[in-house]
């Protein structure tokens, strides 16, 4: 879509989005999610004596096998980065768009600390454990990603709005819950909210993908 938009000089100029652009992030984003979850597959085969249910995705991140999970967690990085790019590139919103574009760029941000920190607060004692701090600050930032941009999404299809929202408060619901389970559960659970964690980038993902298209 071209726009006029107008410099500080007076100058008018054209701008126009790049549908090219928006596809490359669509499919990052597809990508970032499948190199995540393939990660911690392959981890949970490889790594010894591990049990999915019972230890969580940080165990897998920690220790011998640990770059298996990291690269998964960098790809998931730059799919959310990239979805802030795009999200920058095609703005739908006034502030609350803004505002979800500034926490997906947090968001990744926080997946590559806790990949690049290898620190998971399993009775560390090197320097300043906080690896549950930046977990707080993550789930934080992917609540007011579905919140903020919800109304936003909503005016390229009611659906993204809703499936946002719905997110959202499934995130907001659930995620919490996770600090008060028995640890013999909390791998499965902690999986649970990884797939959740998803539905909003890929929600985004394919607005950006139809966006693109729409645009030749």
Known sequence: ?????????????????????LRFFSFLALFGCAALAV?????????????????????????????????GLYAFSAAL?????????????????????????????????IGARNEYGDADSDGWVIHVYLVYALGVALAVICFAMARGAGRASPRYRTVLIASGVVWVVSAPVFFFLPTDVDGLYERYLGAVSFVPVLTLAHLFYRRSKLQG
Do not use: C
């Not at 879509?1 to 652009?21: F, I, N, W």
């Open 1 to 21: 879509m071209t726009k006029t938009a107008k410099t500080s000089s007076g100058m008018h100029v054209e701008t126009t989005e790049q549908p090219g652009l």
């Open 39 to 71: 990660s911690i597959l392959i981890a949970d085969i490889v790594v010894p004596d591990h049990d999915w249910i019972d230890d969580t995705i940080s165990d897998l991140g920690a220790g011998r096998y640990e770059f298996i999970v990291d690269i």
């Open 81 to 113: 980065i990239g979805l802030a790019v795009s999200a920058a590139h095609v703005h739908l919103g006034n502030r609350g768009w803004s505002v979800g574009i500034v926490a997906l760029v947090l968001f990744g941000l926080l997946v590559f600390l």
